[in-house]
């Protein structure tokens, strides 16, 4: 039974650039959610998305979006990259979005943006 | 404003002891806490789960305890071991559960 997976595992951008990151989840899990974390910094939620819809969204702006598709999994886009960009990306997936499932996080994708 | 505060910011202590971290939040309204344990690199892990009714819940050698009148937590270490050093984060989600509010972590090194 794989976990959650994220690829790539590392990347690296110029500045306004645009980068799509993937995540499939744990298998038989329908929720999935994507955080940023800054290093040496907690994770920032960014959204969820459940049954191919965004549910929630932290407070990042338009330049990040996603998708999730009819497999549950999902990806991050983030377009017009910023210095400020430069974090690990984490993808969380559980059987429910209302929070009370455990959530089960992927190794991260480490961006770097020149 | 939503928030999760964590202390200390990072902690130091020799193998077989054992501590004890803090969280305090404001998120509001509540609906559960969470404790993550996070090695360097790689995605937080879960260790324990609490909701409101919830006092304390144990993991093996992690005990968390949850305060909701104080709207405090924290988490307890027992015997440590050098496999525990880590990052742990506090997570807290609003009631309706589509809000993970995270704190900064606490950064646990274990010496031998």
């Known amino acids: 039974d794989a976990g959650v997976t994220q690829s790539p595992t590392h990347l690296i951008k110029t500045r306004g650039q645009q980068v799509t990151l993937r995540c499939s989840p744990k298998s038989g899990h329908d929720t999935v959610s994507w955080y940023q974390q800054a290093l040496g910094q907690g994770p920032q939620f960014i959204f969820q998305y459940y049954e191919e819809e965004e549910r929630q969204r932290g407070n990042f702006p338009d330049r990040f979006s996603g998708h999730q598709f009819p497999n549950y999994s999902s990806e991050l886009n983030v377009n017009a990259l910023l210095l400020g960009d430069s974090a690990l990306y984490l993808c969380a997936s559980s059987l429910d979005p209302g929070g009370s499932e455990t959530q089960y996080f992927g190794p991260g994708t480490r961006l770097l943006v020149l | 404003k939503n928030q999760v505060e964590q202390s200390p910011q990072s902690l130091i202590i020799l193998e077989g002891k054992n501590c004890t971290l803090q969280c305090n939040y404001t998120v509001s309204p509540f609906s559960n806490l969470r404790w993550y344990k996070q090695d360097t690199g790689r995605g937080p892990v879960s260790l324990t789960i609490?909701?409101?009714?919830?006092n304390t819940k144990s993991n093996g050698r992690y005990t968390a305890t949850l305060d909701a009148d104080t709207k405090q937590s924290s988490l307890h270490i027992t015997a440590s071991q050098l496999s525990d050093s880590a990052s742990y984060i506090c997570?807290?989600?609003?009631?309706?559960?589509?809000?993970?509010?995270f704190g900064p972590g606490t950064r646990l090194s274990v010496l031998p």
């Open positions: 609490m909701t409101f009714s919830e």
């Open positions: 997570v807290v989600t609003e009631s309706y559960g589509q809000n993970f509010v």
